[in-house]
């Protein structure tokens, strides 16, 4: 009897899965931090504009969940250790200096602290979404919805998140909005409220600008080419 309910077990399993994948055919094999090796990045590296001094970094060198990744010369003082990132031990996109990792909100890449995840991810607690490094394209897997319900814009028709492919794009013409915390709130358990450092703070200048926008070419392009510097030869 075991042996019966082992197999139809699984063959449920196989009946889901088969149905993810067709849903999100970009699901076989995971991409997290793909592109990202350590021979050639090093433990820790910088994500640079290619054919500038521009890099990515979080706003002010601020540290922060919710604080928006954009770009600004690597020259810059003391915030230089503002622009260090590595892959942790799942593959994740993380900010050296603070700890936390990469994730999107809506569009915007921001940090996020981790939290468990329960079979209903929500905007406050889900799956990060996975990075890779790919013909000098910065490239986007999202494993849940990254916009917020009631989001003004609608960036991803028909849950196109799960179906389309993305990348990071600097100097997007289109403009971004934060969330404060209190967009959250629906999802924050009362047990972590005010248990928690978040500051919703961003640069809108375009020449900043670092957002998510649908992959349209294989390669990089004028506003979605980078290169990973180690960290140890900046």
């Keep these: 009897m075991q042996r019966v309910l082992n197999v139809a077990c699984k063959s449920v399993m196989d009946q889901q899965k088969a149905f993810f994948d067709q849903q999100n055919p970009q699901s076989n094999g995971s991409c997290a931090g793909a592109g990202f090796d350590r021979a050639t990045c090093g433990l820790y590296f910088l994500i640079r504009e290619k054919g500038t001094v521009n890099h990515l970094g979080t706003y ?26 590595f892959i942790d031990s799942s593959g994740a996109l993380c900010h050296a200096s603070s700890g936390l990792a990469v994730d999107i909100v809506d569009d915007v890449p921001v940090l996020h602290r981790r939290r468990p995840v329960s079979g209903h991810p929500n905007p406050w607690s889900h799956p990060l979404p996975e990075f890779s490094f790919v013909n000098s394209q910065i490239r986007v897997k999202f494993l849940s919805d990254p916009s917020l319900p009631g989001c003004t814009d609608d960036l991803y028709h028909g849950n196109s998140w799960a179906t ?37 703070e961003g640069n809108h200048d375009k020449k900043w600008r670092v957002l998510v926008e649908e992959r349209t070419k294989d390669v990089g392009g004028e506003r979605t080419t980078w290169e990973i510097v180690p960290a140890s030869k900046s």
């Design 164 to 200: 389309k492919n993305f990348v990071l794009a600097a100097h997007t013409q289109k403009d971004f909005h934060m969330h404060p915390i209190s967009d959250f709130s629906p999802w924050i358990p009362a047990a972590m409220v005010g248990s928690f450092d978040y500051q919703a």
């Design 60 to 85: 002010g060198g601020s540290k922060p969940e919710g604080v928006q990744l954009q770009l600004w010369p690597r020259d810059q003082g003391s915030n230089d250790k503002a622009q260090i990132f």
